[in-house]
């Protein structure tokens, strides 16, 4: 029988995980954008590409393991 020292000790956090609550921010900023922006469309597509790529980024982030 292995002792806890020979294995690893794997810790849950006690709170929300909030990686996984971004998403929530993201999905009323892309169609709030509109409003604002409505009379500059270059700065409303560049915002829109913007929130885009984070959101891709942090779902790539969260999808793959970190290297360490």
Known sequence: MASPSDSQ?????????FEYLIPLVYAPVLPLRKIPLRHKPLLRDCVFYGVSAGAFAHGTYLVYPPPF
């Open 9 to 17: 000790v794997i810790k849950r956090r006690k709170g929300p995980a």
